[in-house]
């Protein structure tokens, strides 16, 4: 997803003189195509997220669109007072970037897993929240968070993520969820990278006679609230997946709205159960250790489904 979102933000700089990007000492590898081409429009600020994110500030209050990018909780949790008082108070065009969202960083412990960042970015007024599936999802985002008005987060995962979609995501709208797969049985939604797992997971559930439908929100705040309405009426059972905490998070934002539609849709989130993991090793081993890799979501899809039933 970083690749992708370079080459996004490559095109909007060079549409836009407006556009700066700071870094917090990191991404040289990733940024130098920007590094090339505007070179007096990138910023090494070091190891100081604080310091980084009250700049973009500052420099924002003289007209500019500035993204602040570092990796895990870095750029969101370190400098949060920033966040809330300089940007998101007054509105700043500062875009925050995180790189490495849930267990991308996972063999270096909790402190570089981001498992709580979207429940603290929601919940901060006025800032709109992106978490794309795949890099065409980060393509999309990053386009559409620049020509966004205020302050946005952008969670991305790290590089190499496989497509999802199987061309560019060109007719994307702030903030529609994207139907991947349709379904009859269960929806599965979900927002991030985690995408990757509920694609195979309803391929796993197709081959155990189970329709799932697959949507993606790449948006998380606001949220396509007609589509999570619309998903509650047509299915009696709705699975929410995030690599984050199940507080606070994705599934709590579906809870939300689905709490007021008055039907009987029930929900039910795969994620992390109010805890701070305690397993260190690579991102794939961590969603399975935690139960949600393709297998977990699939049997807990396939657990559900067969309990309705049984009701019925």
Request: glycine fraction near 12%; charge should be negative.
């Amino acid at each position: 997803m970083r690749d992708a979102f370079v080459r996004a933000l490559v095109g909007e700089m060079a549409a836009n003189d407006r556009i700066l990007l700071i870094t917090g000492d990191l991404g040289f590898g990733v940024l130098q195509p920007i590094w090339d081409r505007f070179p007096d429009r990138i910023i090494n600020a070091g190891i100081a997220e604080q310091g980084m994110v009250g700049m973009a500030a500052g420099l924002a209050a003289t007209g500019r669109i500035v993204l602040v990018y570092s990796i895990g909780n870095f750029p969101t949790l370190r400098p949060l007072e920033q966040i809330r008082n300089d940007c998101a108070y007054s509105n700043a065009n500062v875009k925050i970037v995180c790189v490495g969202g849930g267990f991308v960083y996972g063999s270096l412990g909790m402190s570089h897993h981001a498992t709580e960042d979207m429940a603290v970015m929601r919940a901060l007024p006025g800032v709109t929240c992106f978490a794309p599936g795949d890099p065409a999802e980060a393509e999309a985002v990053t386009r559409a968070a620049i020509r966004t008005e205020g302050t946005c987060y952008i969670r991305l995962g790290r590089g190499n993520e496989p497509r999802v979609h199987e061309g560019p995501v060109t007719d994307w709208y702030l903030p529609a969820a994207m139907t991947l797969r349709k379904g009859t049985d269960i929806g599965l939604l979900s927002t991030g990278g985690i995408l990757t797992q509920t694609i195979k997971a309803a391929d796993m559930l197709a081959g155990r006679g189970i329709s799932a439908e697959v949507v993606s929100f790449p948006c998380f705040k606001p949220m396509d609230q007609y589509t999570v309405r619309q998903l509650t009426e047509r299915f009696p059972i709705l699975l929410t997946v995030e690599e984050h905490n199940v507080v606070g998070g994705f599934g709590s934002a579906v809870c939300e709205i689905a709490a007021e539609t008055g039907n009987g849709c029930r929900i039910y989130r795969v994620g992390l159960h109010d805890r701070y993991p305690a397993v260190v090793g690579n991102q794939q081993y961590l969603r399975e250790v935690y139960g949600m890799d393709a297998e977990s979501i699939a049997d807990r899809a396939e657990a559900l489904i067969g309990e309705k039933r049984t009701d019925a």
